[in-house]
């Protein structure tokens, strides 16, 4: 002892930090990854790492030489994008069109903002949506998964895209949802972006989210009680018309969306109730694009679209202080 | 509503209360209650006995002090306390221990109390009875609701939901009838029909014991009649006033109110124990258990020491200071207080003294906050510490930090504990709370 440390209570900590919790999202999106890589093969590979590797450098070289401040690298926050754009990307996304996209995700929607904690959108899908509206062909070039170094995949389209321009086509929305078995929308094996294709893999990442308590269910469970409430309405009112609640639940990047995107601390709102509106609009939106928009999509929309809405949402919903009306 | 859950660490739950030798000299400070410092009724020279007056309250909201040994009066001076700042203190030199006449210091338990209110009362007045579990708010007080105000419950605190404190937990082991006799002699006073003895369920053995120890009482007397244990769940700050009312009552106090407003009275453990002795055995404050303890120190202990023993004389009896401690507490690690200067003297409230390595308690560097909200979910009063983090450092927004209730902090550390990005927002919120209450003050003040 040299001499005694004198500072105010508490004089104790959780121990849990930004870099903790971070890491945690990585390890819950692990599993997600690595059913992507099995089922895409190494062109899979290569957009991972292209794209986790692109963040890093590009937060490093930004803090460093544009803003001159301490290194963030440590925080994992930057790995958390890199892998959230990753799984937003279709396996054959060319390496240079996944650097663009970490670009636009770290450089422009991340660090112009101050960096981590001061964005207002979220990075990863700022960067998958400026590629779905730059490179509509690479973003749309989905592959039929055929295992880790199966032969070059022929393209197959999103299950929900093969709805919206069958029933575009005139098609019967009872034919064309009959390929589809229950199996196949929770296990993968569909095309899709890599982390749209497993939804077990999601849940599981997301679970352990949850018992290690670094979000809260409330965001994820109002996305999917409207999108399951919009869907029964109209597959009911019209049921050639509109998929139903499981089909809509179970396909496009509602899961990834619902669980990891939505769920970002940064660009959710803070108190449970602003949380639950939140959910519910995007919920609502995500609905509303894939009925009636020209996207066969809507999930990263309506995610952003309600990101602005956060600084609203914070201002009207409190949480409920002790001793006060 | 809110709380976290930090690790337990009672590693000296185990260990009996021992009485600690008395030291050669006490420091006995005049100032150890909220309200007015207490007056000397002593001098310079004069001969004492243990459990002696040798202050009276300095005005309504006072307490009375008395002489914790038999001695000398050395000085009556200003002595720097454990913060290193200058309070008034009697120092006197222990020349063996002598009792004051009337002081019953045996262990024979006395179930029968005055019928009179009023004179357990006086009785609690003399004693120098203050609330041990950490405001130090004089007991006799406590227990005169204002005019109008009728008590519905009496709540004995027994959750001491700190980590690393045992005092409590001991007492009610050790002590349990005593405490349970105190509780009956409080409710008497109040003259309310329910009291409950409200402990965390981390301590089963304690709510077992309790139960024993008022099953035997009730056949002694009707006096026992009402009282009950409740278990609570182990959360912090499950033991702070206004979240036990909540737990065990369902009811809020609300934002500047009383525990009275809504029918409550809650008085610790401790506190129980010190007004059975003043009732009971006409014993004063003279006495309290304390915790020693801490990972890295050699000898974990729970012991009664003699108000004003000097922390070094405490400290060197179990083994001295270990080589790897950064800071020492008096009191838990979520609400203590870090300790200057060993040479002060240990108060009527020290409950413990807690040592801590620096990889304990070290802070981390500040960095974004990452808008997570775990701050405002650990608040126990439903504050947004993030919020008034972000309104008390842009400056000039008083009136914004005050609607956003700024003045209910309980300062109970769960937001600073919680935050993965190491903002120090309780220091920040401190401040701010000062200045709002501040203006409260001055805004009631113009009033009248």
């Known amino acids: 002892m040299d001499k005694l440390l004198v500072s105010p209570s508490p004089h104790i900590h959780s121990k849990v930090s930004t870099k903790s919790l971070m890491r945690d999202v990585v390890f819950a999106l692990v599993p997600a990854a690595v059913v992507s890589v099995v089922f895409y093969g190494l ?11 692109s963040c890093l450098l590009l937060e490093y070289l930004i803090t460093r030489f544009l803003l001159n401040k301490d290194c963030t690298l440590g925080d994992w926050s930057a790995v958390v994008t890199g ?4 799984l937003n990307l279709p396996s054959a996304t060319p390496w240079w069109v996944v650097f663009v996209g970490a670009v636009v995700a770290i450089g422009v929607a991340k660090m112009t903002f101050g960096g981590l904690g001061q964005n207002v959108f979220n990075p990863a899908l700022v960067g998958r949506v400026f590629l779905l509206v730059s490179f509509p062909t690479y973003m749309t070039d989905w592959r039929i998964p055929t295992g880790l170094f199966g032969a070059d995949a022929a393209s197959g389209a999103t299950p929900l895209g093969v709805i919206k321009k069958g029933l575009l086509e005139g098609g019967q929305l009872s034919d064309l949802t009959a390929q589809y078995e229950w199996k196949d929308l929770l296990f993968a094996n569909l095309g899709g972006s890599a982390g749209e294709i497993s939804s077990i893999a999601l849940l599981i990442g997301f679970g352990y989210l949850l018992l290690r308590k670094v979000v809260r269910p409330h965001i994820t469970l109002s996305i999917w009680a409207t999108v399951a409430v ?24 509602l899961i990834l969306g619902s669980c990891f995107m939505a769920t970002d601390y940064v660009t959710s709102p803070m108190s449970i109730k602003g949380g639950i509106i939140f959910g519910i609009g995007i919920g609502f939106i995500t609905m509303m694009i894939r009925y009636f928009g020209s996207y066969p999509e809507g999930m990263s929309f309506a995610i952003l679209i309600m990101n602005a809405t956060v600084p609203l949402l914070n201002n009207w919903f409190h949480q409920k202080k002790y001793g006060r009306a | 509503m809110g709380g976290v859950h930090p690790a337990d660490n009672k590693i000296s739950r185990d260990c009996k209360i021992e009485v600690l030798p008395i030291p050669e000299t006490v420091y006995i400070h005049l100032g150890q209650h909220i309200g007015a410092p207490a007056k000397p009724v002593v001098a310079v020279g004069d001969k004492v006995k243990a459990g002696q007056l040798i202050a009276e309250p300095g005005g309504f909201v006072s307490a009375a002090i008395h002489s914790s040994v ?51 009362l006086d009785k609690i007045k003399a004693a120098g009875v203050v609330g041990l579990g950490g405001a130090t708010f004089p007991t006799a007080v406590k227990l005169t609701p204002p005019p109008g105000k009728k008590c519905e419950m009496l709540i004995i605190n027994g959750c001491e939901c700190e980590p690393y404190l045992t005092s409590d937990f001991r007492t009610l082991l050790e002590k349990g009838e005593q405490v349970v006799i105190g509780a009956a002699i409080i409710k008497s006073i109040l003259k309310v029909d329910k009291a409950t003895i409200a402990i965390e369920d981390n301590k089963p053995e304690a709510i077992d014991h309790i139960q024993k120890v008022l099953a035997e009482l009730r056949k002694v007397s009707p006096k026992y009649d009402g009282i009950s244990v409740m278990s609570l769940m182990k959360k912090y700050p499950e033991g702070g006033e206004k979240q036990l009312i909540d737990a065990v009552m369902h009811r809020q106090v609300a934002s500047g109110g009383l525990p009275i407003d809504v029918g409550a009275v809650v008085q610790n453990v401790a506190t129980a124990l010190a007004v ?50 950064a800071k020492i507490i008096s009191g838990g690690p979520m ?4 300790i200057a200067n060993l040479e002060a003297a240990t108060l009527k409230g020290t409950s413990a003294l807690l040592f801590l390595t620096k990889a304990q308690t070290a802070r981390g560097k500040e960095s974004n906050c990452i808008r997570c909200g775990k701050c405002a979910e650990a608040c126990p009063m439903g504050l947004e510490p993030f919020l008034l983090n972000r309104l008390s450092r842009a400056g000039g927004m008083l ?28 220091d920040v919120i401190r401040q701010s709370k000062g200045q709002v209450l501040g203006i409260i003050k001055a805004r009631a003040a113009a009033k009248k």
């Open chain 1, 43 to 53: 062109g899979e590979l290569l957009v991972l790492g292209v794209s986790i590797l």
């Open chain 1, 83 to 86: 892998l959230l754009l990753a």
């Open chain 1, 230 to 253: 919009v869907s029964l309405i109209f597959s009911l009112a019209a049921p050639d018309k509109f998929t139903g609640p499981a089909f809509n639940l179970l396909t496009g990047g």
């Open chain 2, 70 to 120: 038999s001695g000398t009066v050395k000085s009556i001076a200003p002595r720097k306390d454990l913060a290193g700042n200058p309070q008034m203190c009697v120092e006197i030199a222990v020349e063996g221990d002598e009792w004051l006449e009337g002081i019953d210091t045996t262990d024979t338990v006395i179930r029968e109390f005055p019928d009179d209110p009023a004179v357990c």
């Open chain 2, 276 to 325: 059975y002795d003043a009732v009971q055995k006409n014993k004063p404050i003279v006495d309290n258990s304390v915790t020693v303890t801490g990972e890295c120190f050699p000898r974990q202990a729970n012991l009664l020491v003699r108000v004003g023993t000097p922390l070094k004389f405490i400290i060197d009896y179990l083994g001295g200071v270990p080589q790897d401690t």
């Open chain 2, 335 to 338: 609400m203590g207080r870090a």
């Open chain 2, 399 to 426: 009136d914004q930090l005050e609607a956003n209730a700024v003045q209910d902090c309980i300062e109970c550390g769960c937001c600073l504990y919680s935050c993965p990005a190491n903002i120090p927002l309780l």
